[in-house]
């Protein structure tokens, strides 16, 4: 058997997070018909932070949140755990669509990033948050004169970066296909364990606040009850509200508006055992610094230590769209993504040959075409929502809900009238122009990491219309 298939031999198809052993039980679903003043509808980040926020603004909000399965089911408790203070996705990106207001989203993103962590430590919340900056590896010399130049450019900005060349990016984190190493090491990113960031909001949501949670709750439909309230029908009743906020990202919405604005891509992820110290010093990684790690490509891997290190790893070209915005759970467990990744894994770090995997999982992410949220109002602020976080919602989430429930009057600040928040995202195109799009660009994409990183004529088509990024 091949090496990568013996390595994925006992994997278990769940999460790294969603360790049985640490998950609380799920809470009971709604049997009976309720009333509240905001209901909100999912149980990841977004619709967590909502409730978080609104509590601590005005303590007397009767909330709601209902989940179709359990809290962290989705993007947010599947996800690789990157925590960054970005709120447009990266620099390039706010500076592309945002010009005018980058300096006050840098600013935004920063206060954001602070009160998440004082949210942690006020309600002692073990999310295993770490400290770790992020970095950016080149995988041949081209892409490594590329990073460099982003180098002279962040220091010209007066960025906290430090260059490792060759050899010194290789002390970091010891891999024969790295040949160097872009390390943003200011302000507060790193990682942090999503699963229990869920479960830790969800337990101060309930034991602290009161906010009923109705798990294993499907939303039916939703509309507009006379001039003032919302009906929201649900399996097992209907909740009668003022407000309602959907939190649901990449799944499908009933609102039109989100669910031409958002994409669903799924990526898939594998987790090895935890490395033994003999292991760690193969690699250095994890002995000499913990680095959170992404290759510098357009189809880039993202790479992390977790607490007991373990390597998540995950990206690359295992990154797949499917037909007519395919969210079914049979596209979850993928045999063939997960040996590429595991192939890919051993590329990288060839020196960990004897290294098992333990998990292998799959998940959503919602992109938009402005790749970053996307807020919106309607229903005479009656209904709000916040989705499209392209992969960057760990930390942008929370500010995503922020602006969410400003925009249903719940102390609204002149946030929501930047143009961050009131210019409408692009939709998206109809099938079949959606699935033969994705798929051309991913293998433009391709073709470029093959060649040094040159962008064909369609690359360069979508750059002059700012849509020649990738998740």
Excluded at 57 to 65: A, E, F, Y
Excluded at 301 to 316: A, E, P, Q, V
Aim: proline fraction near 4%.
């Amino acid at each position: 058997m091949e090496k990568h298939l013996e390595a994925l031999k006992d994997a278990v198809s769940r999460p790294l997070w969603h360790d049985p052993d640490i998950m609380p039980e799920p809470l009971a679903s709604l049997s009976a018909d309720e009333k509240c003043e905001l209901l909100i509808v999912g149980g990841g980040f977004t619709g967590l932070w909502a409730a978080l926020q609104l509590k601590e603004r005005k303590p007397d909000v009767d909330i709601i949140l209902i989940e179709q399965t359990f809290v962290g089911d989705g993007a947010s408790g599947r996800c690789g755990g990157f925590l960054s203070s970005t709120l447009a996705h990266s620099e390039t990106n706010t500076e592309h669509r945002f010009a005018d207001e980058a300096g006050r989203l840098e600013e935004l993103g920063k206060q954001n990033m602070q009160e998440f962590l004082e949210t942690l430590e006020r309600y002692d919340i073990d999310a295993r948050y770490e400290k770790t900056g992020g970095m950016y590896v080149a995988l041949d010399p081209d892409s490594a004169d590329r990073l460099h130049a982003q180098y002279h450019q962040a220091i010209a900005e007066g960025a906290d970066v430090v260059w490792f060349d060759k050899n010194a990016a290789r002390e970091q984190v010891n891999s024969p296909k790295i040949f160097a190493g872009l390390w943003e090491r200011g302000g507060q990113d790193g990682v942090i364990d999503p699963g229990r960031l869920c479960w830790g909001l969800k337990d101060v949501l309930v034991r602290q606040f009161g906010v009923r949670i109705f798990e294993g709750t499907r939303l039916l439909g939703l509309e507009p009850l006379g001039k003032t309230k919302m009906q929201a029908n649900c399996e097992g009743g209907v909740i009668h509200s003022d407000k309602v906020l959907l939190a649901t990202n990449a799944y499908t919405s009933i609102i039109g508006r989100i669910r031409r604005s958002v994409l669903p891509v799924w990526d898939y992820q594998i987790a090895t055992e935890p490395l033994t110290d003999e292991q760690l010093d193969r690699i250095g990684w994890g002995k000499t610094s913990r680095h959170a790690l992404a290759d510098s490509v357009n189809m880039f891997h993202y790479f992390r230590l977790t607490k007991d290190n373990r390597i998540t790893w995950g990206g690359g070209g295992a990154v797949r769209y499917y037909f007519n915005n395919g969210i079914d759970k049979k596209f979850m467990h993928a045999p063939a993504r997960y040996e590429q990744l595991a192939r890919e894994f051993f590329e990288m770090f060839p020196q960990l040959a004897d290294v098992k995997f333990s998990n292998q999982w799959g998940g959503i992410i919602a992109t938009s075409t402005r790749f970053c949220m996307v807020p919106g109002v309607a229903y005479d602020a009656r209904l709000a929502w916040s989705v499209g976080y392209t992969g960057h919602g760990v930390g942008a989430s929370r500010f995503g809900a922020r602006i969410a429930i400003e925009l249903l009057g719940y102390q609204p600040s002149d946030v929501i009238n930047m143009q961050f928040v009131t210019r409408k995202s692009l939709p998206w195109a109809p099938e079949p122009l959606r699935w033969f799009g994705v798929k051309f660009t991913q293998n433009a994409l391709i073709k470029a990491d093959k060649n040094g990183g040159k962008r064909g004529l369609w690359l360069k088509f979508l750059d002059s219309l700012g849509l020649g990024f990738t998740c």
